[in-house]
């Protein structure tokens, strides 16, 4: 059960993803003398580096498959770890808690005996917390401190290598921590058995600039053969100067070769002649950024909102969506004027795509080639082709697409989170998600009910991402039908229906007023309290916990809600709950005093 609840379905789906170029390619690592000493050290750290879409992740699916199969005799009781960071996936996928318990779930694979204290921990909770994953779950500094202990254990009797790809995507301050880690785990086990233990991880120049201890190499120093053989087996019919010419241009990055690749293939199915093909060559910035500028810069005002839609919901999504979910989540305006009432509308018009073959093409074209679809499980999820394009969205990418409607950054991302927040919520209120009496989620991912789970578990996590950047939220009272509560309960029986556990699951009989307090929405709830004189609903409403919109804002901690509800006597201090709480003892539980 422990090896259970460490595991994480996203775990290796960032390594599948890599695909090795060609046969020839990353050889000249296993050749390079730093990776040879690093290889014969007792205690070892090895830093790949190198600038975005240099090759560093495929270098290290290279070297890692190369080290899982060549064991030599001698490395027989040899433990390797892998972790392949990944920004644009889950949260597991990029944080160190999920590098954490991938690497302890490999562990407990290979040697359980060396994980005993942990799983002694794991039981313990299970019995007095109950259920992993929905009374109590892992933490990082728990895992973090599992892991050190179990390394000299393992170190007794086998030899360690770890692996770790993409260090930089786990954010600036968690990737130094990281290095940190790793240095501190090198030089505390000492070599006392004869055993290996040694850590190569791959990370851009930047955030790493103290590194001390440990060898590097630099991938921009190293890869000009390899993405000469790239794009010679890419273009094996192109004419010799065409392939010169992009091999000239490509400065040591295998991404921006990658793209004009990509372009040439398309101008050549398009009876494009090798004079023009050439001139777009040379006409395409060398550097990767201005490539990306230039294919933002490029598109019509007329298509800006299409291609701004759906790149919103590639880079603010809660989670990854997969292309089913994504052919829903991009046909609902989130503007309750424009939009269709009905999803057989939205297909009618042909604003909803067919099926996901039609929505496959619809990403590759709306986003000019900077989206892809990767099987994870063989589900088919919608991604940019590279970190390097979510960075450079934040850069500069977003100013673009939002051209003279740009102000700030921040106002950018809370109006994204905005608008996918009011997307979510049509669609929960569309006639066929309304007529459902009931729901087998089974075959819900394979119909029009796909999106359901996002919208119904992620439009108040945008909604609130969007009040953090100061984007007013009074407008829900409309998508709500305020004081209507029939749109607000199907949402909170969908919910319950879904995950009833869940920590955040909406209890039944919550209203907008518990939801805009427990969240700290002060426009919403200050609206809310403004319209209720002469309607017939309580100021104080209980949910069927007992909960009022003030335990819940006592709870959390919102000081601002407590003072608005208490100063127009809208909230009772000493109303009890089902467990006999009050809001003034759920405050005294936050530490907090109004």
């Known amino acids: 059960d422990c090896l259970k609840y460490l595991y994480f379905k996203e775990m290796e789906a960032r390594q599948h993803e890599i695909v090795l170029a060609t046969e020839t390619t990353c050889e000249w690592l296993l050749q390079h003398s730093k990776f040879r000493q690093w290889t014969l050290q007792n205690r070892g750290l090895l830093w790949i580096k190198g600038n975005p879409g240099t090759g560093k992740s495929t270098i290290m699916k290279y070297v890692l498959q190369k080290m899982s199969h060549n064991k030599p005799a001698v490395q027989s009781k040899l433990v390797i770890l892998s972790f392949f960071f990944h920004g644009r996936g889950s949260t597991l996928q990029h944080t160190p808690l999920g590098f954490y318990r991938s690497i302890l779930h490999q562990i407990l694979a290979h040697v359980p005996s060396e994980l005993s ?47 770790v790809d993409a260090l930089d995507e786990s954010g600036e301050t968690a990737a130094v921590e990281l290095v940190k880690e790793f240095q501190n785990l090198i030089q505390r086990y000492p070599n006392t058995s004869g055993s290996v233990f040694s850590i190569c991880f791959s990370c851009r120049r930047y955030p790493i600039i103290n590194f001390k ?79 990306y500028r230039e294919i933002l810069e490029s598109i019509s ?65 709306i986003s000019r080639g900077l989206a892809e679809i990767q099987l994870h499980d063989d589900i088919p999820v919608v ?64 119909s ?71 969240y700290g929405i002060v426009d919403l709830l200050s609206a809310a309290l403004g319209t209720l004189n002469g309607i017939d609903i309580k100021p104080d409403p209980m949910d069927n916990d007992g909960r009022t919109p003030l335990s819940w804002a006592a709870q959390e901690g919102h000081i601002a809600v407590i003072k608005l509800l208490l100063a127009t006597g809208k909230g009772e201090a000493d109303s009890k709950d089902i467990d006999g709480q009050t809001p003034l003892s759920w405050a005294a539980i936050k530490g907090d005093t109004a």
């Not at 093909?277 to 950024?289: C, M, S, T, V």
């Not at 005002?301 to 052919?327: C, G, H, M, T, Y």
Request: charged share 30%; proline share 4%.
């Open 448 to 518: 029009e009910l796909a999106f359901l789970e996002y919208a119904t578990t992620s439009w108040l996590p945008h909604a609130e991402q969007a009040y953090a950047k100061r984007i007013p939220q009074v407008d829900l009272l409309n998508y709500f039908y305020w004081p209507s509560e029939d749109l607000l309960g199907q949402w909170v029986d969908i919910y319950n229906t879904l995950d009833e556990y869940s920590p955040v699951c909406p209890c039944q009989k919550t209203t907008l007023l518990h939801i805009a307090a427990r």
């Open 301 to 365: 005002k007329e298509d800006i909102p299409e291609v701004l839609n759906l790149i919103q919901w590639i880079l603010f999504a809660i989670r990854p969506l997969s292309l089913d979910e994504l052919r829903f989540a991009t046909a609902i305006d989130p503007d309750p004027h424009l939009s269709y009432t009905s999803l057989r509308q939205c297909e009618d018009e042909g604003i909803l795509a067919e099926n996901n073959d039609e929505m496959e093409k619809r990403v590759k074209s």
């Open 117 to 163: 204290d942990l799983v002694t921990d794991f039981r313990k909770n299970c019995e007095v917390k109950g259920k992993p994953g929905e009374k109590w779950d892992w933490h990082e500094v728990e895992l973090r401190a599992f892991l050190r202990s179990s390394i000299p254990k393992i170190l007794e009797y086998y030899s360690i290598r770890i692996f």
């Open 213 to 291: 201890g440990g060898l590097e190499i630099c991938v921009d120093h190293e890869n000009s053969e390899d993405i000469r053989t790239y794009i010679q087996s890419q273009l094996q019919d192109e004419k010799h100067q065409i392939v010169e010419t992009i091999i000239q241009r490509a400065s040591n990055s295998f991404q921006w070769a990658r793209l004009v690749v990509d372009r040439v293939e398309h101008m050549r199915r398009n009876g494009k002649k090798e004079k023009m093909i050439k001139e777009e060559i040379l006409r395409i910035p060398p550097d990767l950024n201005n490539f």
């Open 383 to 446: 991604q940019f082709i590279h970190q390097s394009v979510n960075d450079f969205l934040f850069d500069d990418g977003l100013q673009i697409l939002f051209r003279e409607r740009w102000e700030s950054l921040d106002l950018a991302i809370g109006l994204a989170h905005n608008s996918l927040s009011r997307s979510c919520i049509r669609y929960i209120d569309m006639e066929e998600i309304a007529w459902q009496k009931s729901i087998d989620w089974n075959e819900a991912a394979e």
